[in-house]
């Protein structure tokens, strides 16, 4: 295990939950914090730009106050995902609303800025990068960045095809600074081959979109409980980078998740308040055959401690 900053050392539960693209909300946040993971949302969620300054204080206000009434089993910090792409032209407002807040961790995507590492550390974050191989990781770390989310194979959203196995092991050899694994990650079993492996934190999305906190449509949510890896499908065509969606949402929106076109990777489109790229399409990794169900945050994470101390028993046996 790596020598973590305090703030991630104080995780009760080894997950970051990651941040959801207009799924991620004050709600969930706080629930999955208040259940001893790190609760994480996009600022891009907060919409007009001036809400990130009410969520962020909502976010900070629960959990203070949860962590007052419950001294001797605080909260998990959580974490504010920046998109760092030139196509986010809000990044330095939000960023200023992070520093404002002092936001534990920051996680960082599509590009790496030393001014935002700087600005992070400015008042004591952290700052985790989410990469897709290890020439990105580097890059990451030379910046300033302090930790890394290993986004492998597998995973919801924008998402790398790097085997875990190897992913892993590459950044292990250099770094052994914070490192979480991302990639089709939906069982206390999975979390415990996560930190096997080598990395501090399992990073899991998609299991966290089919509980009741998350701001997602009944039927997003279903889909998910209904399907399994067979339905998720690989395409660049609604962003302009690669990610992993939901084939019945495809096919819903009238395309063919069989035969969709390659987008042109310049048009890049995170989401801006114009955008309607994810409108219909919804992100979802491989893991998803292990969501039976739709439950409260609490239980979900319960179901993850349960199963990983199930899985760590039967090693020592």
């Known amino acids: 295990m790596s020598k973590l900053p305090p703030a991630?050392?104080?995780?009760?539960?080894?997950?970051?939950?990651?941040?959801?693209f207009i799924i991620s909300n004050p709600k969930l946040v706080i629930a999955q914090c208040i259940a001893g993971v790190v609760g994480s949302m996009p600022a891009l969620n907060a919409r007009p730009a001036s809400q990130l300054d009410e969520w962020l204080s909502e976010i900070t206000e629960g959990l203070a106050a949860y962590n007052k009434a419950h001294p001797d089993q605080p909260a998990a910090p959580f974490a504010i995902n920046q998109i760092v792409h030139k196509s986010n032209d809000r990044l330095e407002h939000d960023m200023a609303m992070c520093v404002?807040?002092?936001v534990p961790i920051i996680i960082t995507s599509l590009g790496a800025r030393e001014e935002i590492n700087q600005a992070a550390h400015s008042y004591g974050g952290v700052v985790l990068h989410d990469i897709i191989n290890n020439k990105f990781a580097h890059k990451a770390?030379?910046?300033?960045?302090?930790?890394?989310?290993a986004v492998a194979a597998g995973a919801g959203g924008h998402a790398g095809v790097k085997s875990p196995f190897a992913l892993v092991q590459e950044i292990r050899q250099w770094f052994d600074g914070p490192l979480a694994l991302s990639g089709s990650i939906a069982s206390g079993q999975a979390i415990l081959a996560a930190l096997a492996m080598g990395a501090d934190f399992a990073y899991i999305g998609s299991a966290f979109i089919a509980t009741e906190e998350a701001?997602?449509?009944d039927e997003y949510k279903q889909c998910i409980v209904d399907s399994n890896s067979d339905d998720i499908i690989y395409s660049n065509l609604f962003t302009g980078v690669h990610g992993n969606y939901l084939a019945p949402s495809v096919r819903n929106a009238g395309m063919d998740p069989d035969n969709l076109p390659q987008s042109d990777p310049s048009k890049m489109d995170f989401g801006?308040?114009?955008?309607?790229?994810?409108?219909?399409?919804?992100?979802?990794?491989?893991?998803i055959g292990a969501i039976t169900k739709v439950q409260s945050t609490a239980d979900l994470v319960a179901q993850f401690k349960r199963e990983f101390a199930q899985a760590k028993a039967k090693l020592v046996h």
């Open 8 to 20: 991630l050392a104080a995780v009760p539960f080894p997950v970051i939950g990651s941040p959801l």
């Open 100 to 102: 404002k807040y002092k």
């Open 141 to 149: 770390i030379e910046k300033g960045a302090d930790g890394l989310v």
């Open 215 to 217: 701001r997602a449509a």
């Open 272 to 287: 801006g308040d114009k955008s309607k790229a994810w409108k219909d399409i919804w992100g979802c990794g491989q893991g």
